[in-house]
Protein backbone atom coordinates (compact mmCIF):
# COMPACT_ATOMS: atom_id res chain seq x y z
CA UNK A 1 0.00 0.00 0.00
CA UNK A 2 1.39 3.42 -0.60
CA UNK A 3 1.55 5.50 2.28
CA UNK A 4 1.42 8.99 0.87
CA UNK A 5 -0.49 8.93 -2.95
CA UNK A 6 -0.78 12.00 -5.26
CA UNK A 7 -2.31 12.38 -8.51
CA UNK A 8 -2.07 13.19 -11.01
CA UNK A 9 1.71 11.63 -11.58
CA UNK A 10 1.75 13.96 -14.73
CA UNK A 11 0.00 17.22 -15.49
CA UNK A 12 0.25 19.08 -19.02
CA UNK A 13 -1.69 22.01 -19.65
CA UNK A 14 -1.89 26.12 -20.85
CA UNK A 15 -1.28 28.98 -19.12
CA UNK A 16 -4.18 30.37 -17.76
CA UNK A 17 -6.18 27.50 -17.00
CA UNK A 18 -7.11 25.97 -13.15
CA UNK A 19 -5.73 22.36 -12.07
CA UNK A 20 -5.89 20.75 -9.00
CA UNK A 21 -3.39 18.20 -7.43
CA UNK A 22 -4.99 15.48 -4.89
CA UNK A 23 -2.93 13.98 -2.25
CA UNK A 24 -3.85 11.37 0.41
CA UNK A 25 -1.91 9.55 2.65
CA UNK A 26 -2.53 6.65 4.66
CA UNK A 27 0.08 6.62 7.42
CA UNK A 28 -2.30 8.12 10.01
CA UNK A 29 -0.10 11.42 10.20
CA UNK A 30 -1.64 14.74 11.62
CA UNK A 31 0.61 16.88 9.23
CA UNK A 32 0.70 17.20 5.61
CA UNK A 33 3.04 19.71 3.67
CA UNK A 34 3.15 20.58 0.05
CA UNK A 35 6.92 21.07 -1.60
CA UNK A 36 7.57 22.86 -5.18
CA UNK A 37 10.84 21.49 -6.82
CA UNK A 38 12.02 23.98 -9.39
CA UNK A 39 14.56 22.81 -12.44
CA UNK A 40 17.59 23.73 -9.94
CA UNK A 41 16.27 21.15 -8.14
CA UNK A 42 15.61 23.20 -5.06
CA UNK A 43 12.97 21.85 -2.45
CA UNK A 44 10.81 24.38 -1.51
CA UNK A 45 8.18 24.16 1.27
CA UNK A 46 4.16 26.12 0.46
CA UNK A 47 2.28 24.65 2.84
CA UNK A 48 1.75 22.94 5.82
CA UNK A 49 -1.36 21.63 7.53
CA UNK A 50 -1.67 20.16 11.13
CA UNK A 51 -5.02 18.19 11.95
CA UNK A 52 -6.95 20.34 8.70
CA UNK A 53 -5.66 23.68 10.11
CA UNK A 54 -3.24 25.89 8.44
CA UNK A 55 0.50 26.35 10.04
CA UNK A 56 2.91 27.34 7.67
CA UNK A 57 1.50 29.54 4.67
CA UNK A 58 5.11 30.46 3.01
CA UNK A 59 5.24 33.15 0.13
CA UNK A 60 3.45 32.01 -2.50
CA UNK A 61 0.66 33.59 -4.66
CA UNK A 62 -2.34 33.47 -3.62
CA UNK A 63 -3.30 31.61 -7.16
CA UNK A 64 -2.40 28.48 -5.01
CA UNK A 65 -5.22 27.38 -2.28
CA UNK A 66 -4.39 24.54 -0.59
CA UNK A 67 -7.72 22.76 1.06
CA UNK A 68 -7.44 19.50 3.80
CA UNK A 69 -10.68 18.17 3.86
CA UNK A 70 -9.28 16.06 7.03
CA UNK A 71 -6.50 15.26 8.10
CA UNK A 72 -5.59 12.22 5.36
CA UNK A 73 -5.83 14.23 2.75
CA UNK A 74 -4.50 17.91 1.63
CA UNK A 75 -5.45 19.23 -2.19
CA UNK A 76 -3.24 21.88 -4.03
CA UNK A 77 -5.66 24.14 -6.27
CA UNK A 78 -3.96 25.93 -8.79
CA UNK A 79 -5.95 29.11 -11.17
CA UNK A 80 -4.52 31.22 -13.76
CA UNK A 81 -1.13 28.92 -14.36
CA UNK A 82 1.48 30.77 -15.37
CA UNK A 83 4.81 29.26 -17.36
CA UNK A 84 6.45 29.73 -13.89
CA UNK A 85 4.71 27.48 -12.28
CA UNK A 86 6.16 24.43 -13.92
CA UNK A 87 7.97 22.36 -11.71
CA UNK A 88 7.45 19.16 -9.47
CA UNK A 89 4.92 19.04 -6.77
CA UNK A 90 5.39 17.00 -3.62
CA UNK A 91 3.09 16.13 -0.82
CA UNK A 92 4.57 15.26 2.45
CA UNK A 93 3.29 13.32 5.82
CA UNK A 94 5.00 13.80 9.15
CA UNK A 95 3.72 12.37 12.44
CA UNK A 96 4.28 15.61 15.37
CA UNK A 97 7.26 17.45 14.41
CA UNK A 98 8.19 17.64 10.46
CA UNK A 99 11.56 16.12 11.08
CA UNK A 100 10.76 12.30 9.30
CA UNK A 101 8.71 13.44 5.92
CA UNK A 102 7.04 10.75 3.84
CA UNK A 103 7.32 12.16 0.20
CA UNK A 104 4.25 11.07 -2.28
CA UNK A 105 5.88 10.15 -5.78
CA UNK A 106 5.63 13.68 -7.28
CA UNK A 107 3.64 15.38 -9.75
CA UNK A 108 5.33 16.99 -12.92
CA UNK A 109 3.33 19.93 -13.69
CA UNK A 110 4.28 21.44 -17.27
CA UNK A 111 2.59 24.76 -18.24
CA UNK A 112 2.76 25.34 -22.40
CA UNK B 1 23.49 33.84 1.20
CA UNK B 2 21.50 30.58 1.42
CA UNK B 3 20.13 28.80 4.43
CA UNK B 4 21.90 25.57 3.51
CA UNK B 5 24.45 25.05 0.89
CA UNK B 6 25.90 22.21 -0.76
CA UNK B 7 28.26 21.31 -3.58
CA UNK B 8 25.64 19.98 -6.18
CA UNK B 9 28.33 17.90 -7.73
CA UNK B 10 28.41 15.67 -9.47
CA UNK B 11 30.70 13.43 -7.91
CA UNK B 12 31.84 10.41 -9.70
CA UNK B 13 33.72 7.23 -7.79
CA UNK B 14 34.41 4.12 -8.64
CA UNK B 15 32.74 0.88 -6.82
CA UNK B 16 34.19 0.27 -3.40
CA UNK B 17 35.39 3.81 -2.49
CA UNK B 18 35.01 6.48 0.45
CA UNK B 19 32.92 9.54 -0.44
CA UNK B 20 32.40 12.42 1.70
CA UNK B 21 29.76 15.38 1.56
CA UNK B 22 29.91 18.56 3.17
CA UNK B 23 27.01 21.00 3.90
CA UNK B 24 27.04 24.33 5.62
CA UNK B 25 23.85 26.14 7.19
CA UNK B 26 23.81 30.05 8.06
CA UNK B 27 21.04 29.88 11.04
CA UNK B 28 23.06 29.68 14.45
CA UNK B 29 19.40 28.77 15.86
CA UNK B 30 19.17 25.60 14.13
CA UNK B 31 18.90 22.18 16.22
CA UNK B 32 17.95 19.21 14.05
CA UNK B 33 19.89 18.46 10.57
CA UNK B 34 19.50 15.18 8.50
CA UNK B 35 20.04 13.51 5.32
CA UNK B 36 17.70 12.76 2.68
CA UNK B 37 18.64 10.78 -0.41
CA UNK B 38 16.38 11.60 -3.67
CA UNK B 39 17.01 9.19 -7.08
CA UNK B 40 16.54 10.82 -10.28
CA UNK B 41 12.80 11.41 -11.18
CA UNK B 42 11.65 10.34 -7.17
CA UNK B 43 10.83 11.76 -4.14
CA UNK B 44 12.99 12.47 -1.33
CA UNK B 45 13.79 9.68 1.27
CA UNK B 46 14.93 10.39 5.23
CA UNK B 47 18.42 8.62 4.57
CA UNK B 48 19.05 9.39 8.45
CA UNK B 49 19.41 11.77 11.23
CA UNK B 50 22.75 13.57 12.45
CA UNK B 51 23.19 13.43 15.68
CA UNK B 52 25.70 16.09 17.69
CA UNK B 53 27.64 13.18 18.65
CA UNK B 54 27.78 12.18 15.28
CA UNK B 55 26.46 8.64 13.95
CA UNK B 56 26.57 5.40 11.94
CA UNK B 57 24.28 3.35 9.63
CA UNK B 58 26.19 0.44 7.95
CA UNK B 59 28.40 2.40 5.44
CA UNK B 60 27.21 5.94 6.31
CA UNK B 61 28.48 7.95 8.75
CA UNK B 62 27.02 11.95 9.33
CA UNK B 63 29.05 14.06 11.75
CA UNK B 64 27.84 17.25 12.99
CA UNK B 65 30.26 20.70 13.59
CA UNK B 66 28.23 23.46 15.09
CA UNK B 67 30.96 25.50 15.68
CA UNK B 68 31.77 25.68 12.11
CA UNK B 69 27.84 25.21 11.48
CA UNK B 70 28.54 22.60 8.69
CA UNK B 71 27.05 18.77 8.94
CA UNK B 72 29.00 15.77 6.66
CA UNK B 73 27.91 12.30 5.27
CA UNK B 74 30.10 9.74 4.73
CA UNK B 75 30.25 6.67 2.34
CA UNK B 76 32.44 3.82 2.74
CA UNK B 77 32.72 1.10 0.27
CA UNK B 78 30.42 3.08 -2.13
CA UNK B 79 28.04 0.97 -4.20
CA UNK B 80 25.76 1.39 -7.39
CA UNK B 81 23.08 1.72 -5.63
CA UNK B 82 24.13 4.65 -3.80
CA UNK B 83 23.87 6.80 -6.53
CA UNK B 84 21.20 9.53 -6.37
CA UNK B 85 20.97 12.94 -5.34
CA UNK B 86 22.06 13.57 -1.32
CA UNK B 87 20.25 16.07 0.38
CA UNK B 88 21.31 18.22 3.34
CA UNK B 89 18.31 19.32 5.91
CA UNK B 90 18.04 21.75 8.57
CA UNK B 91 15.52 22.44 10.70
CA UNK B 92 16.05 25.87 12.96
CA UNK B 93 14.61 25.70 16.71
CA UNK B 94 10.77 25.28 16.96
CA UNK B 95 10.26 25.70 13.32
CA UNK B 96 7.46 23.41 12.20
CA UNK B 97 9.82 23.28 8.29
CA UNK B 98 12.69 22.14 7.26
CA UNK B 99 15.05 23.68 5.05
CA UNK B 100 16.50 21.61 2.35
CA UNK B 101 19.77 21.93 0.15
CA UNK B 102 19.98 21.72 -3.47
CA UNK B 103 21.46 18.29 -2.98
CA UNK B 104 24.65 16.65 -4.22
CA UNK B 105 25.09 14.32 -6.73
CA UNK B 106 26.63 11.01 -6.52
CA UNK B 107 27.12 8.92 -9.42
CA UNK B 108 29.19 5.48 -8.58
CA UNK B 109 30.46 3.44 -11.56
CA UNK B 110 32.32 -0.05 -12.32
Known amino acids: DTAVSQTPKYLVTQMGNDKSIKCEQN?????MYWYKQDSKKFLKIMFSYNNKELIINETVPNRFSPKSPDKAHLNLHINSLELGDSAVYFC???????????FGSGTQLSVL | RKEVEQDPGPFNVPEGATVAFNCTYS??????FFWYRQDCRKEPKLLMS???SGNEDGRFTAQLNRASQYISLLIRDSKLSDSATYLCVVKAGTASKLTFGTGTRLQVTL
Open chain 2, 50 to 52: VYS
Open chain 1, 92 to 102: ASSQGGPEKLF
Open chain 1, 27 to 31: LGHDT
Open chain 2, 27 to 32: NSASQS
